[in-house]
């Protein structure tokens, strides 16, 4: 035997191993990172995943394709020019006449060819500004060149913080406002388990038909009721450079939550979930301030329960059930009367 066949044969033996290696499988398994990010991409909303380098955002993204069965196009924002996104300027028989059509580069023929897909912009930190510029449309109106992406196609980014970033640059405020951010952390039991050949399975959110025009009634309400109440969130450009290269609110944001919050409620997903996709959109500040907002939308009114002591229903959470309770202390204080008053102990003692 050759030695180069020797060698052959070692390599092959080598192959061998790392296919068994590379060899895993998924399982149903709570993760409120991966049931956020899939909402998102089935709410056809941009997603950018920060995280620091190797904590598995290319791998959560990989995954997330082969589940959702959607071709993954992965394009790294840093070694495009812009002229990648805009398109580059193609010179027909007569320009005056039929102008300057702007030829797309291959990925993006392809993804429209296919009519499907998972457009993956990764480190986009990394990318300039004049690629970021050139982004915007790609992002928000999903053209590249002269091509507009079709609406199978989802679009999912991810950057690395400026500071573990090699070369990075902060987000444009512009083009951060077009993303749902989620900050993608490490589970120490999603990571053993997988290790060991078992990952979580991303899965589209199981939507309820018959709750399709209550959860869009609900997400305008929760919103817009919001909104007339804090006008000043409608549209808060951030003073730092780095916050605004996050979420923060604009009526562009403030439409995203609202998709995502009647996509959550539609889903029945955990307030966990919610609030990482409320806060993606809007920032933490508004985002919170929202969610405060929609546990008290969900308060019982106090003379409901006043009129009907036994067939009271608290709120099972304890900040919400205290504040139940305060409501109907305050009910019967505006108006002392008797019968409101043995009602208003009824309800106390329950």
């Not at 951030?238 to 923060?248: D, F, I, K």
Request: proline share 9%; hydrophobic share 45%; net charge negative.
């Amino acid at each position: 035997m050759s030695s180069h066949t020797a060698t052959g044969d070692r390599l092959s033996v080598a192959e061998d191993l790392l296919s068994l290696l590379r060899t895993t499988t998924t399982e149903p398994r709570p993760d409120e990172q991966l049931e956020a990010l899939t909402l998102a991409v089935a709410a056809d909303l941009p997603v950018l995943l920060w995280g620091e380098p190797g904590i598995g955002k290319t791998a959560a993204l990989t995954q997330l394709a082969a589940s959702l069965d959607l071709p993954l196009t992965t394009v790294i924002a840093s070694v495009h020019e812009p002229s990648d996104f805009s398109g580059l300027p193609i010179v027909g028989d007569d320009p005056a006449v039929e102008g300057v059509p702007m030829a797309p580069p291959q990925w993006a023929v392809e993804l429209v060819r296919a009519g499907r897909g998972l457009l993956f912009l990764d480190e986009l930190s990394t990318a300039t500004p004049a690629v970021q510029a050139a982004l915007l449309r790609v992002v928000l109106e999903r053209k590249v060149g002269a091509l507009r992406l079709p609406p199978g196609v989802r679009i999912v980014a991810a950057a690395n913080p400026r500071a573990s970033a090699a070369d990075g640059w902060e987000l444009s405020p512009p083009l951060a406002n077009r993303f749902v951010h989620l900050y993608w952390v490490h589970d120490r039991e999603v990571v053993v388990r997988g290790l060991g050949g078992v990952w979580p399975r991303a899965e589209l959110p199981r939507l309820i038909a018959g709750r399709l025009p209550q959860a869009v009634a609900f997400a305008r309400r929760a919103v817009c009721g919001f909104l007339e109440a804090r006008p000043t969130l409608i549209h808060r450009l951030p003073n730092s450079e780095t916050r605004r290269g996050g979420a923060w609110p604009s009526p562009r944001s403030w439409e995203a939550a609202l998709t995502l919050l009647a996509f959550g409620t539609a889903a029945g997903v955990s307030r966990d979930v919610l609030a990482l996709l409320v806060r993606g959109a809007v920032g933490d500040g508004p985002g919170l301030e929202l969610l405060a907002h929609l546990d008290r939308m969900e308060l019982p009114d106090p003379e409901s329960l006043l009129a009907d002591p036994d067939a009271a229903e608290l709120p099972e959470r304890g900040d919400l059930r205290q504040a139940a309770l305060e409501a109907v202390v305050a009910a019967v204080g505006a108006r002392p009367e008797r019968a409101r008053w043995e009602a208003g102990w009824a309800v106390l003692v329950r």
